[in-house]
């Protein structure tokens, strides 16, 4: 083993590890990593959020992390030196999360992250993922974006669809419940207006991507299929049938009145084959949960393969599947590491064998 | 690109196909790749059937494969020189298919096949597995078991478990009807048995492993988990709750006589989460269906993750898995190779990307 192997052996033994971000995610992973016997090293949060000084432990509700949240990413990063550094901070590779990336890719640490646009970032023509990639193979680490969608919308469908010899569609439908996020989110999905107002809405608003968009691309990625032209999103209202109480909102959404609504995302693809995936997040009715499910059809449109998730805790599967992914990330060539292109997710033993 | 390169490039791209077993599920690989414009050079049939010498077109039901199946395997081989053999068989790794393995792997062919064995020959301490992989490096040529318990008794539910952090067991339960198959399927199920006859069977009955027993340790290995003991297998009746009409019986099986039985493999692993898997085989009653479901639970046995594919049709998926997996069979290093092995199933399109 000569001194390079020696070190990377070491970091996949026991990588140092910190956390760019302490939202519910931040934590839960933190926590986690921490039950895990991972070798935290520290956390990072916004220069003056409230957080900033913090007893890490005391956050996460754990014992034995005596160190406080730290504002000052850069120094941080310098004191701490770790191996990877997981970030969870936001969705989109805006300028504010690039600058998060290059801090710490310049520190010489990897970067794995729940933002859904590092899913596939060169899904659109954002500028900030080329420098991002050049700046990562500069630095020699490697930026990976991953969660559940890795699982749950590109990776088990793509060895799904190894199971079909004639493939003609791929339709994803998944259900979120409004309910189990805030106020912001019910405003954002429109709870309680009404189908007028929900029109006006759809005419007027800028949106950006779904969070949906990026998965499409990887998926195709990792199915071995070209894009034809770019993902179309089509976006329908879900009305309530019945009065419906919505805990985000704190209020009963009306009979006619938006539980939320439905986006739809479709990507062709030269292969000819049709990738789509519908994200329905409602206020939920009694008895109503998550679910993740899949349609494969072949070539003429015949139903062929149907897999579905049923009660998923997409908290759990999110960070569990970011977890199982940092040894694969720190094994991957420099640069920006699309899923498509790691090794087989697994599972990651936290015991050793015996 | 050398000349090693340009082979293997050739190879890739059109390898020399030839299926050794032209049952019904030789016939339909056989069908499929002709559909995708592979390149069949030869069929092989055990000498003196009644397909020895016939035509491979009229046998698949297919135009333009107007060679005649071929008895002499080994004389066959040699004037067809395919990269690759389709071995579709038999189950198990006895002394008649190791002889068929080794023919062709001295031939200088890769073989890909649905035995369901080799899909972890070293599951048990079987001397032909080390025999096979020794003669398959000694030729530098690639053995591989695969087929629809690839995707679905091993890597879609690796790629699941990937999701999870903190595994305390994995419980797959399958059910297939014994009306697909046909009366000898029907006799060995112990279709219109009584509940005597069937305690009766059991005790005497010496029984070769279940068709799912290899593919608990493949589906350990894939999770990299290390077995803990060996593959325990309990056997429970199935009874009718009603008279149930079986079409490969074509009789009546009357209310309380046994529909078909039950097997259950356990294995434990080292790191202490429980494999299982419970294949159900039993006449149908109406609207009955085919099934893979699993479920995965936590350290402390609550339940985390729940997948199901229903409707599976078990023919489509065994032929469309073993045909994706061929490039992978072609790249992987010589020896034995199991599927947990290769890289991630994924699709193959027969089309051209423009």
New interface residues.
């Given amino acids: 083993m000569n001194s390079t192997e020696e070190h990377m052996s070491r970091i996949e033994n026991s990588p140092r590890i910190a956390i760019y971000g302490l939202g519910a995610m931040g934590l839960e992973i933190l926590r986690?990593l921490h039950g895990?016997g991972a070798n935290i090293v520290a956390g990072i949060v916004r220069p003056g959020s409230d957080k900033d000084g913090q007893d890490l432990g005391r956050l996460a509700g754990v014992a034995g992390l005596a160190f406080p949240a730290r504002g000052d990413a850069e120094q941080a990063l310098r004191e701490a030196a770790p191996d990877m550094v997981v970030v969870t901070v936001s969705t989109y590779l805006d300028d504010v999360q690039y600058e998060i990336f290059s801090t710490v890719v310049k520190s010489g640490a990897n970067v794995i992250t729940l933002a859904e646009e590092m899913l596939y970032p060169f899904a659109t023509d954002n500028p900030r993922a080329r420098d991002l990639d050049a700046l990562a193979k500069r630095h020699q680490v490697t930026v990976t974006g991953t969660g559940?969608q890795d699982?749950?919308w590109v990776?088990?469908i793509?060895?799904?669809?190894?199971?079909?010899?004639?493939?003609g569609s791929v339709t994803g439908r998944l259900s979120w419940n409004v309910d189990d996020f805030g106020p912001a989110l019910a405003e954002q999905q429109r709870v309680n207006a009404t189908a007028e107002e929900f029109a006006e809405w759809q005419t007027a608003a800028e949106r950006p991507p779904t969070f949906t968009y990026y998965s499409l691309y990887a998926l195709a990625a990792?199915?071995?299929?070209?894009p034809?032209g770019t993902v179309e999103t089509t976006t329908e209202p879900v009305i309530a049938l019945g009065d419906t109480h919505s805990a985000a909102l704190g209020a009963t959404v009306p009979q006619g009145r938006l539980l939320g609504y439905t986006d739809t995302d479709i990507l062709h693809?030269?292969?000819?084959?049709t990738l789509s995936i519908s994200s329905q997040g409602t206020v939920y009715g009694e008895g109503e949960r998550d679910y993740n499910e899949w349609h494969l059809a072949d070539a003429s449109g015949a139903?062929?393969?149907?897999?579905?998730?049923?009660?998923?805790?997409t908290a759990?599967?999110t960070?569990?599947?970011l977890?199982?992914r940092i040894p694969d990330v720190i094994d991957a060539r420099p640069g920006i590491v699309t899923v498509d292109q790691l090794?087989?997710?697994?599972?990651?033993?936290?015991?050793r064998?015996?």
């Fill in positions: 986690i895990r559940h699982a749950y990776n088990l793509s060895v799904l669809a190894g199971s079909s010899h004639d493939l990792a199915i071995g299929l070209t034809h693809t030269a292969e000819g084959v139903p062929t393969l149907h897999l579905r998730n049923s009660d998923l805790n759990h599967t960070c569990a599947t977890i199982n090794p087989q997710l697994r599972y990651r033993s936290a015991h064998s015996v």
